[in-house]
């Protein structure tokens, strides 16, 4: 099975700063990457799928880059609703894999 | 709007069966994909598998062939994970959601998902 690991594991900001996910690959998955934002008590909700594109709906604040084995999820500011947990996961083969979440706390 | 409507929380003893219920609206049911994922308490995400609304065939992750069943009644559009056996370690929340692949990315993601059905197993 291909292992997702994103770092950080918990991250602490303020509304209006960027911030930046990092995802890596255990091996090469081209852009077969999506990431999703979860908030507590509530499904994941996708946000970027295939590295880069992102959702209908989505706020154009979140931007999704990388290929092969590493991935960035870029929020360039802050807002008061963006504080979640974030998951990516890849879908180049099976068993698709998940991250192990990176939580975004409020400064 | 595309949605899935999952059943509610279940509080079941040990060693009962429950079954959860996954209802799509807002598209066609069998062109999609339905894949079930599990989150344990305070934990991530971690897919079962899925079942083909085509053929009605599953496919199960490792570690959940055997007590985990995924099956289909596409006259209500409605997928069912059941679970037999129940142990305190199946507490968890188990969400479905709605396969999406493209000929265009070549690729696939996972997009609505169901709310979320909090299995609870005690005594």
């Known amino acids: 099975d291909i292992q997702m690991t994103q770092s950080p594991s918990s991250l602490s900001a303020s509304v209006g700063d960027r911030v930046t996910i990092t995802c890596r690959a255990s091996q090469s998955i081209s852009d077969y990457l999506n990431w999703y934002q979860q908030k507590p008590g509530k499904a994941p909700k996708l946000l970027i799928f295939v590295a880069s594109n992102l959702q209908s709906g989505v706020p154009s604040r979140f931007s999704g880059s990388g290929s092969g084995t590493d991935f960035t999820l870029t929020i360039s500011s802050l807002q008061p609703e963006d504080f979640a947990t974030y998951y990516c996961q890849q879908s180049y083969s099976t068993p698709p894999t998940f991250g192990q979440g990176t939580k975004l706390v409020i400064k | 709007q595309v949605q899935l409507v999952q059943s509610g929380s279940e509080l079941k003893k040990p060693g009962a069966s429950v079954k959860v219920s996954c209802k799509a609206s807002?598209?066609?049911?069998?062109?999609?994909?339905v894949n079930w994922v599990r989150q344990a308490p305070g934990q991530g995400l971690e897919w079962m598998g899925w079942?083909?609304?085509?053929?009605?065939?599953?496919a199960y992750a490792q570690g959940f062939a055997g007590r985990f069943v995924f099956s289909l009644d596409t006259s209500v559009t409605t997928a069912y994970l059941q679970i037999s056996s129940l142990k305190a370690e199946d507490t968890a929340v188990y969400y479905c959601?709605?396969?999406?692949?493209?000929?265009?990315?070549?690729?696939?993601?996972?997009?609505?998902w169901g709310q979320g059905t909090l299995v609870t197993v005690s005594s």
């Open positions: 079942i083909n609304t085509n053929t009605g065939n599953p």
């Open positions: 959601a709605r396969e999406v692949a493209t000929i265009e990315f070549r690729s696939s993601w996972f997009d609505p």
């Open positions: 807002g598209y066609t049911f069998t062109n999609y994909a």
